[in-house]
Nanobody, 127 residues
Framework: QVQLVESGGGLVQAGGSMNLSCTASGGSFGIYAMAWFRQAPGKEREFVATITWIGGTTYYGDSVKGRFTISRDYAKNTQYLQMNSVEPEDTAVYYC????????????????????WGKGTLVIVSS
């Protein structure tokens, strides 16, 4: 069973940067893609970014394109989310997720397409 543990998060000022990381363990060799989702208070969970584990192909949600960058360190079983030019609207709990089997872009950019989830890490952007 894959386990995902996020780190990073906390308080950051608008316009600043923050880096999140997520390490997979317990069978991570079988991962096809890893992703970040976020959920703000009173809102639905939103897709942020996805990266395919072997090929490194990336996809981004419209609200973060050009500001956030997803990457992975294959040897460390770790993915990262570099958040730049953050805005108060980026305030949310950020969840790491992973999918075991190959699938198309619509699946790996949707929360229902993920097989494993981390517990989440809170990011607060102050204005």
């Amino acid at each position: 069973q894959v386990q995902l543990v996020e780190s990073g998060g906390g308080l950051v000022q608008a316009g600043g940067s923050m880096n999140l990381s997520c390490t997979a363990s317990g069978g991570s060799f079988g991962i096809y893609a890893m992703a970040w989702f976020r959920q703000a208070p009173g809102k639905e969970r939103e897709f942020v970014a996805t990266i395919t584990w072997i090929g490194g192909t990336t996809y981004y949600g419209d609200s973060v394109k050009g500001r956030f960058t997803i990457s992975r360190d294959y040897a460390k079983n770790t993915q990262y989310l570099q958040m730049n030019s953050v805005e108060p609207e980026d305030t949310a709990v950020y969840y790491c997720a992973a999918r075991d089997n190959p699938a198309g872009v619509l699946v790996i950019t949707g929360s229902h397409g993920m097989d494993h989830w981390g517990k989440g890490t809170l990011v607060i952007v102050s204005s």
